[in-house]
């Protein structure tokens, strides 16, 4: 046995008990903080067991690899040298100080997304700035880095004896290789052939997510950032689906061409209406009173809903702000991975402003943050934009700030100035404007607003910043000839014991302009790319698009709906909801709208095929440049 787990091993053993330990303390720590969500039979509880106990070996094996080569490579006399030794002392306390680190970021990962890790955390340190900004305003650092270095300088006591052992014992080279060479094999065994997916044990959410490595799931989202959809998901004939596609998402008397570009047209005369479409930061529609809400914490936003073309049952595609951009811009449904806004090859595509800059208009993404973040600036300046972010603000325009940006009131008071530049040179114009206060640290100025620093407070806050844009604007002479478009990007919590609980993608929708829209409530079940052909159509535009969204105003709106986590995908048919997963799975469920539960349902065949035509012919579409205009000859998609 010995010669198994040789003292020369103590270094390796001692970070694998550290490492055990605290995936313990981690899991019990989010069970007792979820603990109404969990299932909690024994058989569950051995499954959990199991899961987990294999994520974490094999993460270990990953963890550990470089120093396992180092015990088997390294002669005893460098090994057992002063300066190696101090060198096994930095490399013990440095893993303990990450792995302390981690499992308390896990926690506040899971505080705020109830998941682990996944392609956010991704996004999150390839974002240092911000995230470091944010960690900062949003954390209490002062106790954590104290605690985690005490922590790790205890640890370094309990196992420096054994550290010790370990750099004074001799070995031939075939003792201290029997175990470090099983690692290695388990290493390469588990890179090959181990995929991650482990959600086939359970159907509730939080078992999965409780069973997982977060550390393998870091590293696994990254390597799965995009997901190839023929590979992994359902998939049907491409020409049925095709065929299919174009029945679902256009309506009687469309002509349609060659390469699937729709011909919108129009009866009446064509209008040179202004566009502002503001995007907010995950502003759910429980927030508003006008879904039921007493926080009272959207008075402007309620109360213009009575005056607008106000959508009871407007349905978030995803769960990051990237998601909303696609939705909205591109009037696309979310295909599984990254949105297009992150993805490589998106430049020129048929967009909602496209038509717009044809003729004449000039286009704007405003936003008070760092536009690099989330590869924003890039997409929106290859797609006919002026990048307006937080650069392009002038030192007398910047109030307040935190780490994600200026705060919305300082955005607001932008748009307006961008507006009024461009109204008295004579051009029309078409802004999307991003928010960011309603975003963790939730700082915002107190000079009108007076409430904590907490998601309510945020909320409250974005809703004055927006009642301050519209009500200064009502006083412009290009106001009477605006339409101002209000909507989430998503939703604040998007966590249910199901996969994709759809009540946590409803957000609100509001279509302003007093001098334009007649006031009406929309109760069909509609979604985010369902705007941008909507709005279009209140200026009465003829165009060809490649749009997959529809005009609700046009009396086919089909009561469905798009909604996705990052590697599932639901489509939503009046209370019925099909989700596609990953190894071709799919399940059905039916929802109740009174009790907001979603309980599983028979196939549906019809169903299914539909569900796959969206998702599996958006796929086909954007991978063979379909959504692509070329940029010399843009003006072959419009009509004038």
């Known amino acids: 046995m010995e010669k198994i787990f040789h003292k020369r091993l103590n270094i390796i053993f001692s970070i694998f008990i550290l490492f055990i330990s605290l995936q313990i303390i981690d899991r019990l720590t989010i069970f007792i903080y979820s603990y109404a969500n969990f299932n909690k039979s024994l058989i569950d509880f051995l499954k959990i067991l199991g899961v987990s106990l294999l994520y974490d070996i094999i993460t270990f094996s990953y963890f550990i690899i470089f120093p396992v080569i180092v015990v088997i490579l390294m002669p005893y006399k460098i090994y057992s040298s002063k300066i190696y030794k101090v060198l096994a002392y930095f490399y013990f306390i440095l893993n303990s100080i990450i792995l302390f680190f981690n499992s308390i970021a896990n926690y506040y990962f899971w505080d705020e997304f109830q998941v682990r890790y996944n392609f956010v ?17 949003s954390y209490p650092l002062g106790i954590l880095i104290p605690l ?6 205890i640890i370094y ?30 290493f390469f065994i ?12 359970s159907d509730n959410k939080y078992n999965i997510e409780l069973a997982k490595n977060d550390i393998y799931s870091f590293f696994e989202a990254y390597n799965k950032n995009e997901i190839d959809y023929n590979s992994f998901y359902l998939t049907y004939d491409n020409n049925s689906v095709l065929k299919r596609l174009n029945e679902l998402r256009f309506v009687p008397g469309q002509v349609i061409d060659n390469n699937g570009y729709a011909f919108f047209n129009s009866n009446g005369e064509e209008k040179k209406y202004n566009i502002i479409m503001i995007t907010v930061e995950s502003l759910s529609a429980e927030y508003m009173k006008a879904f ?34 696609e939705a909205i811009m591109l009037s696309f449904p979310p295909t599984p991975g990254s949105s297009i806004v992150r993805r490589p090859n998106n430049e020129h595509i048929f967009n909602f402003a496209y038509p717009l800059i044809q003729r004449g208009y000039t286009a704007k993404f405003i936003y008070g943050g ?17 990048i307006v972010d937080r650069n392009k603000f002038n030192s007398d325009e910047k109030t307040f700030a935190n780490a994600w940006g200026l705060c919305d009131e300082d955005l607001m008071n932008k748009t307006l100035k961008e507006a009024d530049n461009d109204y008295k040179s004579g051009k029309n114009f078409f802004y999307f404007v991003l928010t960011t206060s309603n975003h963790r640290p ?58 994709l609980p759809i009540h946590k993608y409803k957000i609100p929708l509001i279509i302003y302009a007093p001098n334009i829209i007649k006031p009406q409530v929309f109760d069909k079940i509609i979604s985010q790319i369902d705007v941008a052909p909507t709005v279009l159509s209140l200026l009465n535009l003829k ?73 599996q012919g958006a796929f086909y579409i954007f991978k063979n440049n379909k959504l692509k205009v070329d940029k010399i000859k843009w003006k072959k998609y419009c009509f004038f």
């Open 121 to 137: 955390a991704v996004d999150y340190l390839i974002y240092t700035n911000e995230v470091l900004k944010n960690i900062k305003e």
């Open 157 to 186: 006591f309990i196992f420096k004896k054994k550290i010790n052992e370990a750099l004074q014992t001799k070995t031939t080279l075939k003792e201290r290789s029997i175990l470090p060479i099983g690692i290695i094999v388990l």
């Open 442 to 499: 939730y700082t915002f100025p107190t000079n009108h607003i007076k409430m904590p620093f907490e998601r309510e407070g945020a909320v409250r806050y974005t809703d004055y910043a927006i009642e301050l844009l519209i009500k200064k604007a009502s006083k412009k002479d290009w106001f009477k000839n605006t339409i101002f478009v209000i909507s989430a990007d998503h939703c604040a919590n998007s966590a249910g014991k199901t996969s």
């Open 370 to 386: 760092y536009g690099y973040f989330d590869n924003m600036n890039y997409f929106f300046e290859h797609n006919g934009f002026q």
């Open 148 to 153: 985690i270095l005490i922590f790790s300088i």
């Open 292 to 325: 039921g809400s007493n926080l009272n914490i959207t008075p402007f936003l309620d109360s213009i809903a009575h005056h607008s073309l106000f959508c009871t049952n407007y349905f978030a595609t995803g769960t990051r702000t990237v998601r909303g951009i």
């Open 543 to 615: 165009y060809k698009s490649a749009f997959i969204g529809k005009n609700i105003l046009n009396n086919y709106a089909d009561n469905r709906a798009f909604i996705s986590s990052y590697q599932k995908v639901g489509y939503v048919k009046d209370d019925k909801i099909v989700v596609l997963d990953l190894k071709r799975k799919y399940n059905f469920f039916q929802y109740d709208r009174k009790d907001l539960t979603m309980k599983e349902a028979p196939v549906d065949e019809k169903l299914l095929f539909d569900a796959v035509a969206y998702y």
């Open 190 to 201: 588990s890179l090959t052939f181990v995929n991650g997916s482990n959600e086939t044990f």
